[in-house]
């Protein structure tokens, strides 16, 4: 009887620094799995890794991971709104549910818990919902910074809330620009 090969999951990653904005972003063979949080340790990566992929082995390549920070730096620099790198998502089928939910916010605009909730059709679930938008390992990629409370407050972020101001602020700035260059 033949002995069954034990599969290799890689993550590569590296650090993406493009002017005051320093994470880690990583990827699977299949697409991007990470994006940290702003100024955060690599610890934070690694731990992410060893509860989602226990098996992996994490390697820093930094050209295999050039067009995920390309695409980010675009949004950064306001140019790109959306993302259309491939995901390689980690989660329950109830945070994958949530997690797509997000990606429909438009960008430059904010939706509440509850507006997420009813979206996937779990309107009682809105704890849940924060929960599920809170273990989000994808960033900004994965808009959770979109989502505010129900008054329109700004509320929790894995980044921390200076990020989630500054990615909504920046959102914001952008979609003036853009409006006012179709006015023109």
């Known amino acids: 009887m033949e002995a069954k090969a034990k599969t290799?999951?890689?993550?590569?990653w590296t650090l993406l620094v493009h002017g005051t904005w320093s994470l880690y972003i990583a990827a699977t063979s299949k697409g991007l799995c990470y994006v940290?949080?702003?100024n955060k340790p690599f610890e934070q990566l690694a731990d992410w890794t060893k509860s989602r992929i226990p098996d992996a082995t994490l390697v820093r390549d930094d050209e295999k991971l050039q067009p995920y920070a390309a695409q980010l730096i675009e949004y950064f620099?306001?140019?790109?709104?959306?993302?259309?790198i491939p995901f390689d998502f980690h989660g329950t089928p109830f945070q994958l549910a949530v997690w797509e939910a997000l990606c429909g916010i438009p960008y430059g605009q904010t939706q509440s818990y509850s507006d997420i909730a009813e979206c996937i059709q779990k309107p009682a679930?809105?704890?849940?919902?924060?929960?599920?938008?809170?273990?989000?390992?994808?960033?900004?990629?994965?808009?959770?910074?979109?989502?505010?409370?129900?008054?329109?407050?700004?509320?929790?972020?894995?980044?921390?809330?200076?990020?989630?101001?500054?990615?909504?602020?920046l959102e914001r700035e952008s979609a003036i620009v853009e409006g006012s260059a179709m006015h023109a």
């Open 8 to 12: 290799i999951n890689t993550v590569y």
């Open 36 to 38: 940290g949080s702003r």
């Open 77 to 84: 620099q306001g140019s790109r709104q959306s993302f259309s």
């Open 125 to 169: 679930a809105v704890r849940a919902v924060g929960a599920a938008i809170g273990a989000n390992p994808v960033l900004i990629t994965v808009p959770c910074h979109r989502v505010v409370g129900k008054n329109g407050s700004l509320t929790g972020y894995r980044g921390g809330l200076d990020m989630k101001t500054e990615l909504l602020r």
